[in-house]
């Protein structure tokens, strides 16, 4: 393929001096003794100044750079003295460089960030240490540290960002670089790296992290979102965490129209950086239906901070900070409910629970030893969590447990579950077959199969309006297959595809009634979708009067 492609450095103009110097450096390689082509290497940095390709230069010298970096064992390293600042900070850097080899190297020099270099001059003999610290004022208007794309709050599966010149950056510039410039048979070589943050764990050892510019101040509301079911309020706590030291200011709660808070404001005072102190707040909802978002905001001195603090902390990748603004969704439902005691069985795991807790539900979660019909009983309602069939084994030998507590008049939701390994495959009181049937248009047209079923109209009349505002997708593994017990209530459809009745179906089984739903309830009851709750409520006050 390659045949006749000259590959060498002859194909670039005032490159053939170049590749003799490479390869020298190739043919005299010693891998116990790297450092001996150095030499050569120098001069095929010194040949490529004179090529004229700004691309090829570019590249090759940077390689050339980090060759001569790696044969001699050249070790450079700028630490900072903590791994978080804030803007106007001081901190104290410790240089340190070694070089392990018997290459004549000078450090000719040093600049910290946005400083003027200073001359060091430094002879740097095999294997011993230059060390020096030296104090440095971050900059007041530094750059937060935050990922670049989330600065800024996108659209629908998009981000926005202004600068375009960082898209398809991987990750953020280091929040504060430093220059070396090194002196090898006369040539300066310029290394720029990152400050780090360094410490010793007695765990892991010598860890690494990127140092961070934060805010002074971060606001974490408890939770993500608050559904009001009926008038009462919610308290909402405020968590202000400092980042920096004595820190002083007021904490406040901005809220939609029409909302109430008590108290307006409180006064905080932080002497430690990284203390914190929460605040609870009253939320008083508005009479009639209303969604909107609240956010928690700082005053310290004449600026106003907004900002959240999330730290994404693996072993196997940099710890990751962001920034997101400090906010929280607020949703006021105009919802009746009847039933008060609701039995779960956990699945694969997701937030209904918390949910339901949310409009006056009490939740009790069931271990394998609460499923028996007679231990039930009490329960208004038994609720599956997604996938259930999938992940808990012991549901086989429960099912008849659960089938006896329907028959003796309770209410069973299962949730969706997937057609792969099921545990058994009598999912229900009479047969009904899942399929990969799935509507990922959140939006998609939902169809009212059964305008008089009670589903739809007890305690909360079901509308078109109920399916708005829903997220992600309408529903998943639909059962396509069911006994003609089983009333199919709604149907939906992705654009172009068959209808999809099998959605949300409803059966009677002796005194009791036994749902089967694959709609997305665990997406939408968290994400506070107001139509959600009113059909989740109408599925657990089946048959109540």
């Known amino acids: ?87 106007g900070d001081s901190m104290t850097l410790s240089v340190e460089s070694i070089n392990r080899s018997n290459v004549d190297i000078k450090l000719a020099s040093i600049k910290l960030g946005n400083l003027q270099s200073f001359n060091v001059n430094q002879q740097m003999f095999n294997n011993r240490p230059f060390n020096m610290d030296r104090k440095y004022l971050l900059n007041t208007n530094a750059v937060y540290s935050d990922p670049y794309w989330l600065r800024e709050e996108g659209t629908l599966g998009m981000y926005k960002v202004a600068d375009q010149n960082l898209i398809s950056t991987p990750e953020n510039a280091p929040a504060l670089s430093w220059i070396a410039t090194i002196e090898i048979d006369g040539t300066l070589l310029d290394y720029e790296l990152p400050v780090i943050y360094k410490e010793n764990s007695p765990v892991d050892g010598e860890t690494y992290r990127p140092l961070e510019v934060t805010p002074p101040v971060f606001l974490n509301i408890s939770e993500k979102v608050y559904v009001f079911g009926n008038g009462a309020s919610k308290k909402v706590d405020v968590q202000v965490l400092a980042g920096k030291s004595d820190l002083q200011g007021d904490v406040t709660l901005d809220i939609p129209e029409g909302w109430k808070v008590e108290p307006d404001s409180y006064a905080f005072e932080l002497k430690d950086k990284g203390a914190e102190a929460t605040f609870t707040f009253e939320l008083f909802p508005p009479s009639n239906a209303s969604s909107g978002e609240i956010s928690a905001i700082a005053k310290v001195g004449s600026k106003a901070y907004n900002k959240s603090l999330v730290r994404i902390e693996y072993d196997h990748i940099p710890v990751q900070a962001l920034f997101p603004k400090s906010k929280a969704k607020v949703v006021k439902v105009e919802l009746e409910k009847r039933g008060t005691n609701v039995g779960y069985i956990v699945g694969s795991g997701d937030e209904i629970p918390a949910s339901l807790a949310q409009v006056g539900y009490q939740v009790t979660e069931l271990s394998n030893g609460d499923i028996t019909a007679e231990k039930m009983k009490k329960y208004d309602a038994v609720i599956l969590g997604i996938r259930a069939y999938n992940t808990n084994d012991r549901l086989k030998f429960y099912q008849k447990e659960l089938m006896e507590y329907v028959k003796n008049g309770g209410t069973m939701i299962v949730q969706y579950n997937t057609a792969h390994a099921l545990v058994t495959k009598e999912l229900g009181p009479y047969p009904l077959q899942l399929s990969r049937d799935r509507v990922t248009v959140e939006g998609a047209e939902v169809r009212i199969l059964k305008p008089e079923h009670q589903v739809l109209n007890f305690p909360n009349k079901i509308t078109d309006a109920d399916f708005e505002g829903w997220v992600q997708e309408r529903g998943l593994y639909f059962p396509n297959e069911w006994d003609e017990q089983y009333e199919a209530i709604l149907s939906s459809n992705d654009p172009g595809e068959d209808p999809r009745d099998g959605g949300l179906l409803v059966t009677k089984y002796g005194k009791g009634y036994y749902i089967y739903s694959g709609y997305s309830w665990f997406r939408e009851l968290p994400a506070g979708v107001p139509g959600a709750y009113r059909i989740f409520t109408n599925m657990i006050s089946i048959g109540k009067k």
């Open 1 to 87: 393929m390659f045949d006749g492609i000259d590959t060498s450095w002859r194909r670039v103009k005032g490159g053939e001096k170049v590749g003799y110097h490479v390869d020298n450096a190739i043919m005299n390689f010693d891998p116990t003794n790297p450092a001996i082509i150095v030499p050569d290497l120098i001069q095929a940095y010194n040949e490529l100044k004179k090529v004229k390709d700004p691309y090829w230069k570019r590249v090759k010298q940077q390689e050339i750079k980090d060759l001569i970096k790696a044969c001699t064992g050249l070790y450079m390293e700028v630490k900072a003295d903590q791994f978080a600042y804030t803007p």
